[in-house]
């Protein structure tokens, strides 16, 4: 079936760094597109969304890059710090649909 | 409260034994989404509600798995005869309406049946 996946189950990077998580997703439908991050024994917390008539969007410290014709999303994270560790999903739905979650990436942050 | 809330955050069911996992979400909150997440994964969706009334329940595993908000604001999520298949976190979600806005988790209920 069609669904949403990530490119990277893991990702290591040093603190300070710029991070770049990345998903590629399937269902040419889908119009609306999320990122959250979720952290040990806690559910997914919201980052940021983007619509598909845009094709990027900032947030404090994140950047949300939509590529309609490969079907690609990324989330990029700026100055990554040792609390951004965490698994990163990206979501998607199409209007009256439940969102579609992919498998996650994992994000360590070392000091 | 501030956030959503589920009870209990941990249960343990034998096989066979009936759960009833509670959520409470953002008051004012009109849409209302149950997922399922096993380990390693992302969530897998299980069933939405629009103030009570239950508009998807297409993600449901099977009859046994049951979800009502009847007064449109707590939710329970029933699962009859556990079975160790069953064992997951069940997150619950809120939003102010509808599948577009963002959307608050709780921090789920862990089942373990053995």
């Known amino acids: 079936g069609e669904s949403v996946g990530l490119h990277l189950p893991t990702l290591s990077v040093q603190e300070g760094d710029n991070s770049i998580i990345n998903c590629a997703y399937s269902n040419s439908a889908s119009d609306y597109f999320i990122w959250y991050k979720q952290e040990s024994g806690k559910g997914p917390q919201f980052i940021i969304d983007?619509?598909?008539?845009?094709d990027k969007r900032q947030g404090q410290r994140v950047t949300v890059l939509l590529n309609k014709t490969v079907k690609h999303l990324s989330l990029q994270i700026a100055a990554t710090q040792p609390g951004d560790s965490a698994v990163y999903f990206c979501?998607?739905?199409?209007?009256?649909?439940?969102?579609?979650f992919g498998k996650g990436t994992t994000l360590s942050v070392s000091s | 409260g501030a956030g959503v809330s589920q009870s209990p955050r941990y249960k343990v069911a034998k096989r066979g034994q009936d759960v009833a996992l509670r959520c409470d979400p953002i008051s004012g909150h009109v849409s209302l989404f149950w997922y399922q997440q096993a380990l390693g994964q992302g969530p897998e969706f299980l069933t939405y509600f629009q103030n009570e009334a239950q508009l998807d329940k297409s993600g449901l595993p099977s009859d046994r798995f049951f979800a009502e908000r009847p007064e449109g604001s707590v939710s329970t999520l029933k699962i009859q005869r556990t079975q160790q298949e069953d064992s997951a976190v069940y997150l619950c979600?809120?939003?102010?309406?509808?599948?577009?806005?963002?959307?608050?988790f709780g921090q789920g209920t862990r089942l373990t049946v053995v």
């Open positions: 983007i619509r598909s008539n845009m």
């Open positions: 979501a998607e739905n199409q209007a009256g649909t439940a969102l579609i």
């Open positions: 979600a809120s939003t102010i309406r509808g599948d577009r806005a963002e959307a608050f």
